[in-house]
């Protein structure tokens, strides 16, 4: 080709070649905005391809990781997969490590549970079941001393009521009723008569009476509000032919030391320490009346009882990574992209059936390559945001949400610098351009942002107005903490919790979409200075 030499213009002088210059600067600087936005938009839809997301769910939703159950081998691999992509994005992680072991044990009833009554040289040895059940929420030690009756065992200054007052339980073993007092009598309002106060919880008895000193609390059903006098206590697995043993009750790993053995008695125990269930009665019946404590100590008897409870650990780990933000100040606070990997594993007992792996295609693979989807697309932006951005994948979410609880319970972040959580959970069926926001009610403020930025996505937004915003999925844990969480979401189908929950049947182009306006949602959050406000929290979404 012949190379031409081209005459460039002058450079424009004088008062109209400034009045030109200023005006380009004023069409400039604002066109940014829209120009930044373009930019944003543009990079996310080259990084979030339904090609990366077919990717991602055909591997954690292949029969080789056989359904991801919580603790089995196949999701700490999907871990080590999922930190591996962190780290290839360039994104930093907390403490050394991009992983965070869930702190939920599951517990059962010990081989040495008992509750004996000393009368002289004489030992009465109770049975476990019969006359007794231990509570879950029950400290695992022993306890011996003397005997006090204490009525209900509250203490509620506001209504001049207390169980305790003027009595000495420091060392000894409280027996108390369940419920509270008026409890059956509809008229009665000190403690708000039929509808129970927290005063009757079994949890606040414990507490109010380890605050008086008392080294264990045996809870007993009382006849004015109870026809059977057998101890429920908690349902254990242990005690129980028509329970699985892998149905054990969850809970923080580790019991604090403080926490008095507490056990639910029966009849046996009751005639043994009041003489008969009607002696109790009257009691009770008094208490109601007066509405005045009766609390006595019980002479003459001494008891000494042993709450057996054993753990193991859930198992399972987070995998969590950062961005830090490019602002000097707002980059102390942070917004999370999150979902759960975990999913319910495979049946152990195959049925004859070719598939038997509960492969969780929609449920969560899909909205966990949505988060590393997202993930790339920030770590891959030139501009960094302002605040941090916090990615989580969450483990134990079909175990009760563990792994969020686990989190919020000991965040890598402080609760208060978190400006927003988005969840990501089955978002890969149905109809190709619907999409719900679960918590649109509560969080306006983010949900205007979802509204805006949808305009470069197009979807037919479903934003839940249900009151409730206290379950379902792991953006519940935040919200309870006060922290701003929207969901998104796109139904139930089918195949929810079925073998046939297949990746051939992921929607990858919708998955990619949905992405793509979680990025510029958390994109915006992440750019803007404000903090965003909750409305309805102490009311309880889907």
């Avoid at 380009?24 to 373009?38: D, E, H, K, T, V």
């Avoid at 000097?328 to 979902?339: N, Q, R, S």
């Avoid at 483990?395 to 990501?424: C, D, H, Q």
């Avoid at 942002?449 to 915003?469: D, H, P, W």
């Amino acid at each position: 080709m012949q190379s031409t030499k081209t005459k460039l213009p002058a450079t424009p002088s004088g008062p109209g070649a400034a009045r030109c210059i200023l005006y380009f600067a004023f069409c400039i600087f604002f066109s940014l905005p829209g120009f930044a936005q373009r930019n944003v938009t543009d990079h996310a839809k080259s990084v979030i391809s339904p090609r990366l997301i077919k990717q991602t769910v055909g591997y954690l939703a292949s029969d080789s990781m056989k359904g991801r159950g919580t603790n089995s081998p196949e999701l700490n691999t999907a871990a080590e997969y999922i930190a591996g992509q962190f780290k290839l994005y360039g994104l930093q992680s907390f403490h050394g490590s991009y992983f965070q072991e869930l702190n939920f044990c599951y517990f059962d009833l010990g081989a040495d549970n008992f509750i004996s009554v000393i009368k002289g040289l004489e030992t009465i040895n109770f049975k476990l079941k019969d006359d007794f059940v231990p509570y879950d929420i029950s400290g695992n030690r022993p306890a011996e001393g003397d005997i006090v009756f204490a009525g209900y065992g509250i203490t509620a200054v506001e209504y001049n009521y207390d169980d305790y007052k003027d009595l000495d339980v420091k060392g000894k073993i409280v027996v108390v009723l369940k419920q509270e007092p008026g409890q059956a009598d509809s008229s009665q309002v000190l403690f708000g008569g039929t509808e129970l106060s927290p005063y009757s919880e079994v949890k606040e008895k414990q507490k109010n009476a380890m605050a008086h000193g008392a080294a264990g609390l045996l809870v007993m059903p009382g006849t004015l509000n109870y026809i059977s006098l057998k101890p429920k206590g908690f349902s254990w697995p242990a005690l129980s032919k028509s329970l699985p043993k892998d149905a054990l009750p969850k809970g923080y790993c580790g019991r604090p030391e403080e926490f008095i053995p507490v056990a639910e008695i029966g009849e046996s125990l009751i005639i043994e320490l009041f003489g008969s269930v009607d002696s109790l009665k009257h009691i009770q019946q008094r208490i109601d009346k007066k509405m005045k404590p009766a609390s006595y100590p019980i002479k003459g008897k001494t008891m000494a009882v042993n709450m057996s409870i054993v753990s193991r650990p859930v198992g399972g780990r987070n995998v969590i990574a950062w961005l830090e933000g490019s602002d000097p100040v707002l980059k102390e606070e942070a917004v999370i992209v999150g979902g759960h990997y975990d999913h319910i594993g495979f049946s152990k007992e195959p049925s004859g059936e070719p598939d038997y792996i509960y492969n969780g295609a929609d449920d969560n693979a899909s909205g966990t390559s949505g988060v590393l989807a997202i993930a790339k697309a920030f770590a891959s932006m030139k501009e960094t945001p302002r605040r941090s951005v916090i990615f989580i994948a969450f483990a134990g979410e079909e175990e009760g949400l563990l792994g969020s609880e686990s989190y919020v319970r000991k965040p890598f972040w402080p609760i208060s610098k978190t400006v927003a959580m988005l969840n990501l959970d089955m978002i890969g069926r149905n109809n190709p351009d619907s999409l719900k926001i679960i918590g649109a009610r509560q969080n306006p403020g983010l949900m205007a942002i979802v509204r805006k930025q949808n305009a470069n996505v197009g979807f037919t937004l479903a934003e839940s107005t249900s009151i409730r915003m206290d379950g379902g999925s792991d953006h519940a844990s935040f919200f309870k903490k006060g922290i701003p969480s929207i969901f998104f979401f796109t139904g139930f189908h089918e195949d929810y919790h079925k073998v046939s929950d297949n990746p051939d049947k992921i929607n990858t182009v919708k998955v990619a979409r949905i992405s793509m306006l979680a990025y510029l949602t958390a994109w915006t959050i992440a750019n803007e200075s404000r903090r965003y406000r909750i409305i309805n929290q102490k009311m309880n979404d889907e």
